[in-house]
């Protein structure tokens, strides 16, 4: 952490009001939330697995991100756009469940029913659980234009990042002959516009007028809370055989540092020095620390290692 503090370092008082400004988010997220899944899943309320209470903070993590592009853009982050934040963090929670905790069949299809949903703006819903996700979408739809030509861009890029990283999961034999340094390039690459894409989407959603020259350092800021969240991953991501970048390069913990280092100080040099720049930075930084924390404590812990963490 010492190379860190030689380029930029979060105050003592960023901390203590970004901790502040976290607890205060949460609670406005689960107010948003609540009453809609208790409407339309309520089992993802009483699971034991705790299921409501991770969707709770990744939604959180999203309206973080969410609040400091919206005051880095220039403008308040008002109770709609909380609103846009907590949907917009709901529905990468439940589309990440299709995704990751079915089965392959169910990730393929869930690519399939997204794409007829973008396509044909419906599909036929199966199960309670897609009723949830197609309600949070469709309320998501409603509160911007989505034929909006860059925010339809940033949709269309979120989706294909997301049909990119199931597609290398399920050519495993194909990607099996590539060599080791053709694996890790896609395999960044994978993980760098799955997390840029759903900032730039995020940050669209809630602030359709952002300047051209901050949407790139939105797409960084993503990329790396995915390498972060990879990282925390690690363990869980290997039990289940899944590969992301950071859990295949030799040395993730200093492949990690040394990304963040680099990248953290561009975001701050790029970014116009404001509250919204010190609440992403720091931000950032404190996600980082709870993520390798993680990757400590669930190196033994197998399937179980999915657990909540803020």
């Known amino acids: 952490m010492e190379n860190l503090k030689k380029l930029w370092w979060p105050k003592k008082r960023h901390l203590s009001n970004i901790n502040s400004i976290v607890k205060k988010h949460r609670i406005g997220v689960e107010k948003n939330l609540f009453p809609l899944v208790n409407a339309y899943y309520p089992v993802l309320v009483t699971k034991h697995s705790g299921e409501f209470r991770k969707m709770i903070e990744l939604t959180t993590k999203m309206t973080m991100v969410g609040r400091a592009c919206t005051e880095i853009a220039g403008y308040p982050f008002d109770e709609r756009r909380l609103k846009i934040s907590s949907l917009f963090g709901a529905c990468c929670f439940l589309a990440d469940s299709f995704i990751d905790d079915f089965g392959e069949e169910a990730s393929k299809e869930y ?51 997301q049909k990119r990283d199931i597609g290398l999961r399920l050519s495993l034999l194909h990607f099996s002959k590539l060599s080791h340094s053709k694996k890790l390039n896609l395999l960044r690459e994978c993980g760098r516009d799955k997390g840029g894409c759903v900032a730039s989407v995020l940050s669209l959603l809630l602030v359709p007028e952002i300047p051209l020259r901050y949407r790139h350092l939105f797409y960084m800021a993503g990329m790396l809370f995915q390498y972060i969240d990879d990282y925390g991953d690690y363990h869980y991501d290997r039990y289940y055989n899944r590969m992301t970048y950071m859990n295949q390069v030799r040395y993730p913990s200093g492949t990690l540092r040394r990304i963040l280092y680099k990248y953290i100080q561009i975001l701050h040099e790029g970014l116009p020095g404001c509250m919204g720049r010190d609440i992403l930075l720091t931000f950032l930084l404190r996600y980082f620390v709870t993520r390798i924390e993680k990757h400590r404590l669930e190196q033994y812990r197998g399937e179980y290692s999915w657990t909540t963490y803020e």
């Open 111 to 161: 690519i399939e029913r997204f794409e007829l949903l973008l396509t044909k703006g419906w599909f036929e819903i199966r199960t309670k659980r897609e009723g949830l996700f197609y309600i949070i979408v469709s309320r998501i739809f409603a509160e911007r234009d989505v034929l909006d030509t860059v925010i339809r861009q940033a949709i269309f890029w979120q989706f294909m990042a």
